[in-house]
């Protein structure tokens, strides 16, 4: 099954490495076409607006804090430019921007990032304490689950595009030897 025939043309990871079609790092990461697929297909399932139980105004704030925290300026900038487009609240904003979850009145958004951050930061360990305060924000089991779901999704996604920024660097430094 082709990348065009279920819709991935477009893909996200692509576009934010740059990768172009025939060139060498795009042909090895489309070896394993249905990974490709696969990541996409979890893009758009994570970031569907009918989604139930997480606003997606609230998965894109999760996805650009985790992206920040990480140090993923494209990831992170991706995101912010999804928030833009729906009007986000600028108090909202700026605490997944600026990483002060803290910030915001004790409620879901502010409960939904201080476990993002120790997921991100600590995903071993996790936070019981920031696990807990879930349920007491109105987020509901399948929610936490579904939040969860999500964070791992962007370190998996900041973990793809970082490796594929480094293939594309060596290819493009190896190609200027090649040439001198």
């Not at 795009?26 to 607006?49: C, M, N, W």
């Not at 920040?68 to 833009?84: F, I, K, P």
């Not at 120790?118 to 304490?129: C, I, N, W, Y």
């Not at 305060?133 to 900041?158: D, R």
């Amino acid at each position: 099954m082709s990348a065009q025939m279920v819709g991935i043309e477009d893909d996200v990871i692509d576009k934010l490495v740059g990768l172009q079609s025939g060139g060498s790092t795009h042909a090895l990461r489309h070896q394993r076409e249905k990974v490709v697929i696969a990541t996409q297909g979890s893009y758009r399932t994570l970031f569907d607006p009918a989604l139930a139980g997480i606003g997606l105004d609230e998965r894109l704030l999760v996805a650009l804090y985790a992206c920040r925290l990480s140090g993923a300026g494209d990831l992170a900038a991706h995101y912010r430019q999804q928030l833009e487009a729906l009007s986000v609240d600028a108090q909202q904003l700026a605490a997944a921007t600026e990483g002060q979850p803290e910030q915001l009145p004790a409620w879901r958004l502010r409960a939904m990032l201080i476990f993002t951050r120790a997921l991100t930061q600590r995903p071993v360990e996790g936070d019981k304490e920031a696990l807990h305060a879930l349920p007491g924000a109105g987020i509901s089991t399948a929610a936490v689950v579904a939040l969860s779901q999500l964070i791992a999704f962007i370190s998996y996604q900041v973990r793809v595009v970082a490796g594929l920024k480094a293939m594309e660097m060596l290819v493009k430094q190896s190609s200027g030897k090649e040439q001198a």
